[in-house]
Every structure is written in structure tokens, then in C-alpha cells.
């Protein structure tokens, strides 16, 4: 029995034997995996939040697998492509490659290049999918904070003195001490560098 978070493999293909013997195989090792005969299929579906990859064909009637691969980044969507296609042409390639895909498989493709391929791009989304959720928590923490405590946070993480914080914000050495305790037990931070590492996810994420 396969969980519901466990990673799910896209499949995007107009020809059904491909999509059917892709499936087979992934099944084969255990992958859940979901079929569709066209990127507009695939980009309408609801996905689960959890990690995983999309196995796309290049050369599609309608939108192609470039024309996907852009639409999911303009939607922010950052699932790892893996591109198949019966026709390796190198500018192709190298367009794919640079806007991020993770592999490119000419047909007719070893079984095992794609599962190893599959296997790259489902723990480079685990590892997104974890820091995703990571900065989601620091967000929520991040919410908890008073005004107040988001400006002394900001100060502390920029390497200000309790006594330069309590000087920059007009008010007691005292008064800046119980607001800083507040910031790092709200964050859950246990040292200084942790409190501005999370202040450099936040920036970031």
C-alpha cells in the first residue's frame, strides 16, 4: 500500500503505449505515479503537496514540453522535469537544460536511466518540499511576534548591542532584554547564529 505523501511521478505523453509502459515500469519499483495525454491536462489536475517530478515529452500537438516547462515557472511551480523525446536536437537540449530540467532522455531510453533519473529529481523535490515546509513553520513563528519584537529581532540579527537596540529604539537596555527573550523563544531559537540563520530563510523563502 502506497501513502498518500508519498511521491507522486507525473507522467505527460500523447502517446498511450509510452505513457502506459512508463507507468508500468515505476510501478514496477514501487512509484505512485499519474498520467496525462497533454500538458493542459497535467497543468489543470489538483496536485497533492507532496514531493514530485514530471516526466515530459518534448514534442507534444498543441503546447510542447518547453512551452510547460515555462508556464509551471511563470505559475512559481518548481516540480523537477524530466524531458523524453524522440528526437535529440541539441538546442532543444540545452534550452531545457538551462531553464532547469534535470534530465534529458532521447528514445528509445534503458529502463534504468529513467528510474535513475526519476530517482535525482524525487530527492531534489524531497529536499525543496522540506525546506518549504521549514520556512512555512519560521513564517508562523514569524507571525506570533509583536511590532515591537520584529524590530528588535531585525536589530539583534543585524548584530546591534542590547544597549545600541535600546538607543536606536528610544527606549530601556531592560525593556529590549524581555523583548529579545520573547523573539528567540517564540522563534524557537537557541543561540544567536540560529536566530539569524531563520532571518536569512525568511529573506529568502
Known sequence: MISEDAPVVFIVDDDASVRQSIQDLLSSVALRCETFA???EFLNSKRADCP???VLDVRLPGMSGLDCQRRLAEAGVTIPIIFITGHGDVPITVRAMKSGAVEFL???FRPQELLDAVQQALDR???LHEKRKETAKLRNRYQTLTPREREVMEL???GLLNKQIAAELG???HTVKIHR??????MKADS???LIRMADTLKSG
Open 192 to 194: 544567536l547564529p540560529a
Open 125 to 127: 523535490d524531497r529536499e
Open 156 to 158: 539583534v540579527v543585524s
Open 181 to 186: 527573550g520573547h523573539v528567540m523563544e517564540k
Open 38 to 40: 497533454t500538458p493542459q
Open 52 to 54: 514530485g517530478c514530471l
Open 171 to 173: 527606549t530601556g537596555e
Open 106 to 108: 532521447t528514445k528509445p
